[in-house]
Structures are given as C-alpha cells and as structure tokens.
C-alpha cells in the first residue's frame, strides 16, 4: 500500500499493522440498573461485545475485567455471549484481569483463551455468598408489627423483619452448593490440566496475581499494550470499542420532565445498591 494511501484510509483499514479491538467490563455484576448507576450485566455488555467482535481483519479481541462479582446468572450470561462470538467469528479471546476479578468477575474471565493478569491483580473468589440484614429486634423497638401473609408455606422465607428458620437455612444453601457446583465445573472445563491440586482452590478463596498462575487460574503475568505487541508484533493498536454517546440524547436522560420521578426513585433506591457494591469490592481491599 502506497504512504499516501496509507495516510488517507482509516486507522482500522490500513494493513500495516493489526488491530485488537478492546472491551472494558468494569463494576459489580448486576441486573438493571438505574439513569444514576448503570451495573455489569449482559444488557449493559452485549452491544460492546458485538461490536469488537465485528472487527474482520482483526485476529482476537482484548477485554478487560475488573469486578468483584455479583450475578451468578449475570456472569454466566457474558460468559457464553463472549464464547459464542468467539466460535463464531473465529477469534481468540484476551482476558486482561485489573484490579480484581473475582467470583463472577473470574467466571467472565474464564470466556478467555488466555487470562494475562497483573502481579498485584486479586482473581479466585470461586464459591457463593448471600448477604442480608435482619431488622426483626429493631422493628420491635419502634412499635412496628411484621405482617404477612402467603399461599404457600415457603413464599416468605428468610424475610429481613421475621427470625431466621433452620430449614430456610437449608434451603439457601442448598441452592448455593448446586450453583457453586455449575462454578466448579466451568473452572475445570475450560482451565482443565492447567488447574493446581490445591484443596483451597474452590473454597472461594483468592489470591494476587502470581499466585493465581501458579495455581493455574491465569496464564500469564503482564499487561494488555505489552502481551499483545509482543504477540502480533510492535505495529499492534489497541482500539477501545465504547457505547456510542449522543450529547442531545444525554441533556433529555438528564433534564426531560418525564425522567424526574425516576431520578428521584432511583436516587432513593441506588443508596442500598450502591452499599451492596461497596461490601463487594471491600470484600478484596478495594
């Protein structure tokens, strides 16, 4: 291709170097979302995955990960949708672990061919965990009567504003061992002969970065500009795909009438999502 060619065609149709598009996938692992927070989750993902995997000429897609779990649903979702656009427009997948990527952040992490972490990275978390609060002795303090009412004798089970029962208990975990189980194999599938024979490794415990690859969770220790000129070669650019911004459509989500009350809603409601984020990135010392 002629220098002046070069010089008008743009970045990505030039063919004198590769291009890896980049997709960043950072926060706790949530369903929904609100105007004032918007969580890691399939809906909030998905377009940005499609759109790197869309790059033709490009071999693999980087995507980096710094999240210290959630959803399991959720996790699994981005998981599959990675792995699907992978097979299907044959490309390799990089996985660049952050700050963390634990629990459900590992398990999107597990969608890589090659998990490159950083040595100070915190990956591992594999098990489950439920948190709550029980507000039954304060309710008593203020005068307030708990009252509720079912057809079925275990649709309220584990209520905040009720004692807990032994056999809700149970069935909690329960249910946390056969979705800890769907984790443990996935590890095993897609880690396989890499994975250490360590009796800590799926009791939700984690660890730093080199740690974690001699444990077999990653592959390798560096970062994303240095492991991939060093694997497509010095001309390797980065391209960072992001959600397309529309300057009119953001002063409407910020000042139409009909968004007040859902501002104020959400408002209100983000305070306890915002503090089940915080418990989740504390968990890990972030």
Known sequence: MSTALSRILPKSLRADGTIIPVVRLQGAIMSGGSPLRQHLSLASSAGLLEKAFSYRKSPAVAIAINSPGGSPVQSRL????????????????????EDVAASGGYLIALAGDEIIADPSSIVGSIGVVSAG?????????????????????????LDPFQPEKKEDIERLKSIQLDVHETFIQLVKERRGAKLADDDELFTG?????????????????????????????????????????????????????????????SAAAGLLSAAEEQALWRRFGL
């Open 78 to 97: 981005i998981y599959k949708r990675i792995r699907d656009l992978a097979e299907e427009k044959k490309k390799r997948v990089f996985v660049f672990v």
């Open 133 to 157: 609060f029980g507000f039954q002795e304060m309710i008593k303090k203020i005068g307030v009567e708990r009252r509720i009412h079912t057809a079925g004798q275990n649709k309220a089970i």
């Open 205 to 265: 415990a984690f660890w730093a970065g080199e740690r974690g690859r001699a444990l077999g969770l990653v592959d390798d220790i560096g970062d994303m500009r240095g492991f991939l000129r060093q694997r497509y070669g010095d001309k390797t650019s980065l391209k960072l795909v992001s959600q397309p911004r529309s300057l009119f459509g953001r002063r409407m989500t910020l000042f139409g009438a009909d968004q007040a009350s859902e501002m104020a809603a």
